[in-house]
């Protein structure tokens, strides 16, 4: 385990909010600046700031306008298939499109 395993919720929440704060001093970008890009009132940025709780989305929407969503790239998944289900997948996958065939009733009767 790594340390912020050992880190509770509220001190975890305080490093967000520092790096986004040294982040926004360091691109020369005020409060009211980040939040207004961000479509978020100031309070929230400041809140996140400070360490407190926001929602997810608005710090993607944070982090976008700082061009730091790179911290995210570890929530990525890949794909982690066993080889028998690779071979299941490959198999049920379509080779070839066909016609379909007719059952006669589409014919014009001449009705």
């Not at 986004?20 to 100031?42: C, D, F, G, M």
């Not at 400070?50 to 989305?57: A, C, F, K, M, Y």
Request: aromatic residues 4%; positive net charge.
């Amino acid at each position: 385990m790594n340390e912020i395993s050992y880190m509770n919720d509220q001190t975890i929440l305080k490093q967000i909010g520092s790096f986004v704060r040294q982040t926004r001093i360091r691109q020369h970008i005020t409060q009211n600046e980040l939040a207004e890009k961000a479509a978020i009132s100031r309070s929230t940025l400041s809140l996140l700031e400070r360490g407190e709780s926001i929602s997810l989305d608005n710090l993607i929407k944070i982090l976008r306008i700082l061009d730091a969503l790179y911290v995210l790239e570890h929530f990525q998944t890949t794909d982690t298939s066993s080889p028998l289900q690779l071979a299941k997948q490959e198999k049920a996958q379509r080779k070839r499109a066909r016609n379909q065939k007719t059952t006669g009733l589409e014919e014009d009767l001449g009705w």
